[in-house]
């Protein structure tokens, strides 16, 4: 028997129409080959800078086991209203108290996916040409201020703009390179404590009417006017339980560096967060802006101190239920205004942002419109000026706390600690 055998069957090589098959399942199994390892890349990003929080709370609590008065820290990252960061930041507290971070392996309380490079005191460091900063340390801690490698720095203390201290004017090549020693020796991040950990409290007081007022002469970010960084006693004293207490989280880009430091490669330009969160405010929506609290404004009045009424005892903070909560005694609903915080990770089609708790835990809370911050339920106007897209509630009291004081007397929705 003869076989036949067709030659079109038998031929070699492929047809045009094979060929483009098979471009065509390269390609596409190229490309979802580069999704997936983008996205494994980002998650694998996420975790890292959850990790990097994790290490910053063991941190938070060795520096407490050391301290006289049990502080997570001695301040912010933030050289004019702390001290000098190689001394006086939760930063040195990590490299130099604890031991936690690194410099020479490059362990460091950084977020790699965050496109900011660092903080905003990274300017003040370096200072301005023909203007001599203005030290906001009371007057009894700025010798804070002049310790460490930024001792020489000139500084004014009394307001005038005339240099009270130090020898070396800001934005010199000499000054420059002494803050790129401190950025090379590992004193840089790019997460922003809350006010919370680095503030507290307020201080506040009885006037001569009986009133009880905040006592706040130089400003919520200024410790003169708070109690200083947190304390296990202010923590285990809160009613506010710890594993919703947010330390420290993701910054958003706020401002940006006046000049080149080399030894990290950190461009004129570069994106930096703030220093901290800013503290308790309320909505204004006639100016759309936030208000602070004023020295001597009144808190709780005359006539209901005498009834042991509290310091917003009759607030509630934002719920599902009432999702604009309730202003209490003045009116106004007093938050933590958290727009600082940013949403730097993006995790699918959604961006989120890490916070770390004060039990030593992570979460992560998403961005529900678009602003890349963290609403925590201000009724503000639509494409509003605080930044905020609007007034949706992105996180709420059983989410994390961002009430005004963590003395705070107000209510609870039900099941916040079930």
């Not at 009613?239 to 080149?260: F, K, R």
């Amino acid at each position: 028997m003869t076989l036949r055998i067709d030659r079109r069957l038998s031929r070699n090589g492929f047809s045009r129409i094979e060929f483009l098959v098979v471009i065509f399942l390269v390609i596409t199994m190229s490309t979802l080959a580069f999704v997936a390892l983008r996205k494994s890349r980002t998650v694998a990003r996420t975790c890292s800078c959850q990790n990097v929080l994790r290490d910053q709370g063991i941190a938070f609590y060795s520096f407490a086991d050391i301290d006289p008065n049990s502080a997570f820290c001695t301040g912010a990252y933030d050289y004019l209203r702390d001290g000098d960061v190689t001394k006086y930041s939760f930063v040195a507290d990590g490299l130099d108290a604890v031991g936690i971070w690194s410099f020479k392996g490059d362990k460091l309380p950084l977020c790699l996916e965050n496109a900011a490079a660092g903080n905003e005191s990274l300017n003040d460091l370096i200072g301005h040409k023909e203007q001599v900063n203005h030290c906001l340390l009371p007057e009894e801690l700025q010798k804070r201020a002049l310790s460490g490698l930024c001792e020489d720095f000139e500084l004014d203390f009394n307001g005038d703009q005339r240099a009270d201290s130090g020898s070396i004017p800001g934005a010199t090549p000499e000054r420059i390179a002494i803050v790129d020693e401190i950025t090379a020796k590992g004193y840089l991040t790019n997460y922003v404590p809350s006010w919370f950990l680095v503030r507290t409290d307020f201080r506040m007081k009885t006037d001569d009417a009986g009133n009880e007022v905040i006592n706040n002469p130089t400003g919520l970010k200024q410790l003169g006017s708070t109690a200083g960084p947190l304390t296990i006693l202010k923590l285990d004293s809160s009613p506010v339980l710890s594993n919703l207490i947010p330390l420290i989280a993701d910054g958003t880009s706020i401002t940006q560096l006046s000049h080149s430091l080399k030894s990290r490669n950190l461009k004129q330009n570069s994106a930096l967060v703030a220093t901290m969160t800013a503290g308790p405010v309320h909505y204004n929506p006639e100016t759309d802006q936030f208000v602070s609290f004023q020295d001597q404004q009144i808190i709780v009045p005359e006539d209901l101190t005498q009834y042991q009424y509290r310091p917003f005892c009759q607030d509630l903070l934002p719920t599902t239920d009432q999702p604009l909560g309730n202003g209490g005694m003045d009116g106004h609903l007093w938050m933590q205004d958290i727009s600082a915080w940013g949403t730097v990770h993006q995790v699918d089609k959604t961006w989120q942002c890490n916070v770390l708790m004060a039990d030593g835990s992570v979460k992560s809370f998403q961005d529900q419109n678009g602003d890349r911050l963290l609403n925590p339920g201000f009724d503000v106007n639509e494409n509003s000026q605080t930044g905020y897209t609007n007034g949706k509630a992105e996180v709420m009291i059983i989410d994390f706390f961002t009430g005004p004081t963590l003395a705070y007397q107000g209510s609870y929705p039900k099941g916040t600690f079930e």
